[in-house]
Nanobody, 123 residues
Framework: QVRLVESGGGLVQAGDSLRLSCAAS????????MGWFRQAPGKEREFVAP????????DYADSVKGRFTISRDNAKNTVYLQMNSLKTEDTAVYYC????????????????WGQGTQVTVSS
C-alpha cells in the first residue's frame, strides 16, 4: 500500500518561487516512478513532470520547462517540485502520484495519488 501526502502549496505572487514536497509512506520508495500533475478548475488534469525510480531521469511539460524542477530523495521517501518564476497560469491543485510501472506522462498509468496541495499565484 502507498500513501502520498503533498505539502508546500500556498498563495504567492507572480514571479515568486515555491517548493512542493510529497512524502511517500512506502516500503521501498525507489521501486516507484513518481510524477507531479496539476488540475485547474474546469480543466483536465495534466502532467507537470515525471521522474524515474532511481537514477533521477526527469522531464517537463512545455508549459513549465525551464521554470520547474522535479527531484527525489529516496533516503527521505520524498519527491519535490521546485517552482520558480511562477505565473498566474500555474494556479492549480498539484498532485503527487506514484506508479509501479515505467516512467510515464499519463495520468491513468499512475497507481497511487495524493490528496493534492493548492497553489495560487496572484498578479
Amino acid at each position: 500500500q502507498v500513501r502520498l501526502v503533498e505539502s508546500g502549496g500556498g498563495l504567492v505572487q507572480a514571479g515568486d518561487s515555491l517548493r512542493l514536497s510529497c512524502a511517500a509512506s512506502v516500503r521501498t520508495f525507489s521501486s516507484y516512478a513518481m510524477g507531479w500533475f496539476r488540475q485547474a478548475p474546469g480543466k483536465e488534469r495534466e502532467f507537470v513532470a515525471p521522474i524515474s525510480r532511481t537514477v533521477g531521469r526527469s522531464d517537463y511539460a512545455d508549459s513549465v520547462k525551464g521554470r520547474f524542477t522535479i527531484s527525489r530523495d529516496n533516503a527521505k521517501n520524498t519527491v519535490y517540485l521546485q517552482m520558480n518564476s511562477l505565473k498566474t497560469e500555474d494556479t492549480a491543485v498539484y498532485y503527487c502520484a506514484a506508479t509501479t510501472g515505467s516512467y510515464s506522462y499519463r495520468t491513468w498509468e499512475y497507481n497511487y495519488w495524493g490528496q493534492g496541495t493548492q497553489v495560487t499565484v496572484s498578479s
